[in-house]
């Protein structure tokens, strides 16, 4: 059994160990245990600024975000979509957002890179959300049907995740034993040995590591 931690010894404890990484990035995590805490609207909105913020293909800015806060008709529809797993915690974070795409360009042609770029955006959000004490968790574990029927016509709209922001709350919190277990986990990452390559591999070879 994993010893007990409040929220704020699973802060430190989730910290990725990386000399002179932005504090933002190094304590960036995603929890599922959330605080009954209201999130200020100043700080929403900082949020989705530094989402606005992204770069992008072209300058299109193909994100989008339909802002659900706990009690409204938004949250309600978002929630919804959610499979029960994440149902079981995300319901309890004060704001859920659905991220989506434009599908499109300004110039109406298919944007392939529409998906990679709201990708940019969440992760500014993220980081934001971090350095504000805030804390945000993407979800692709959602009904995708039901999510476009939210959005509008597929070939319009791209769905993306359900986020959920809120600040980290006691992992005690959560009744569930696998939700707490995984809550405990330390973060860990691939070695950049595995994913910074200075020649690429024939199939099931992964290639040369980068030499730094």
Request: glycine share 8%; hydrophobic share 50%.
């Amino acid at each position: 059994m994993k010893p007990a931690m409040n929220a704020t010894e699973l802060h430190a404890h989730k910290k990725a160990d990386v000399e002179g990484m932005l504090e933002a990035i190094a304590h960036r995590w995603s929890p599922r245990a959330y605080a009954a805490r209201t999130v200020k609207p100043a700080d929403l909105k900082l949020v989705l600024e530094a989402a606005r913020w992204a770069a992008s293909s072209s300058n299109s800015q193909p994100w989008r975000f339909l802002v659900g806060v706990q009690g409204d008709a938004a949250f309600a529809r978002i929630a919804a979509t959610l499979v029960p797993f994440n149902q079981a915690w995300a319901l309890h974070a004060p704001v859920l957002m659905l991220a989506f795409a434009v599908a499109k360009t300004p110039h109406g042609r298919s944007n392939p890179y529409a998906l990679f770029d709201l990708g940019q955006a969440v992760a500014q959000m993220a980081v934001q959300a971090t350095a504000l004490g805030l804390a945000t968790h993407a979800m692709g574990g959602f009904d995708r049907e039901a999510a476009q029927r939210l959005i509008g016509a597929a070939e319009e709209f791209l769905p993306g995740a359900v986020i959920a922001l809120g600040y980290a709350g006691d992992p005690e919190s959560l009744t569930d034993a696998e939700l707490y277990a995984r809550e405990l986990d330390a973060r860990t990452r691939k070695p950049l040995a595995e994913i910074a390559l200075s020649e690429t591999g024939e199939t099931g070879d992964p290639g040369k590591p980068f030499a730094f």
